[in-house]
């Protein structure tokens, strides 16, 4: 079945530093999106991305659907604490199959 | 506003019991979903309901039934758990199959001994 790898798969952020992930693919996917999950939470959708090559910006997040519909890529910047959490990343593939990544971890440098 | 409520949060089961979970949404959507998580893994779609009086598998399907009982309701059941269903279920709903943009539960924490 269809797999996405995203990297890394845990980072340790300093407030005020740039945080970048991203998510590969070898299927093509019609729609990328991110994901935020807070301890005992549920995922909470951040962004949505349609086109190919669509560059989409939440505050200090932003982030990029792959030219060869393959790839998305989030960028945050300027970290804070409450970013702390898991990200996943999320194609969606045939109109109806959301498949997700395994997730990347921040956490805070002490 | 509730969104998407799931029941119960915690339970510990036996090897062998069985257990519903449930999951409400106020919101109108059409489309439900269960997903499990489990460390390094993501989430995996178990079953999902496009609208109201279907239900499709998804990528994990085996020893679970659901029951799409009302547009508002979408329930998950473990006819007789495994400690391998040890995991943390989500419930999440959107408003058209096929959108990606999935409003989730807290979750529910499933423990199988």
């Known amino acids: 079945g269809q797999q996405l790898n995203q990297s890394p798969q845990s980072m340790f952020i300093q407030e005020g530093e740039d945080v970048s992930m991203n998510c590969t693919s070898s299927?093509?996917?019609?729609?990328w999106l991110w994901y935020k999950q807070d301890p005992g939470e549920g995922p909470v959708l951040l962004i949505a991305l349609y086109k190919a090559g669509e560059l989409t910006s939440n505050g200090r997040l932003t982030a990029q659907f792959g030219i060869t519909r393959k790839d998305s890529f989030l960028n945050i910047s300027a970290s804070i604490p409450s970013d702390v959490g898991i990200y996943f990343c999320a194609g969606l593939i045939y109109g109806n199959k959301l498949v997700f990544g395994a997730g990347t971890i921040l956490r805070v440098k002490s | 506003n509730a969104g998407v409520t799931q029941t119960p949060k915690f339970q510990v089961l036996k090897t062998g019991q069985s257990m519903t979970l449930q999951c409400a949404q106020d919101m109108n959507h059409n489309s439900m979903y269960w997903y499990r998580q489990d460390p390094g893994m993501g989430l995996r779609l178990i079953y999902y309901?496009?609208?109201?009086?279907?239900?499709d598998k998804g990528e994990v399907p085996n020893g679970y039934n659901v029951s799409r009982l009302n547009k508002r309701e979408f329930s998950l059941r473990l006819e007789s758990a495994a400690p391998s269903q040890t995991s943390v279920y989500f419930c999440a709903s959107s408003a058209a199959r096929g959108a990606g943009e999935l409003f989730f539960g807290e979750g529910s924490r499933l423990t199988v001994l």
């Open positions: 309901s496009a609208s109201e009086g279907t239900t």
């Open positions: 299927s093509i996917f019609n729609t």
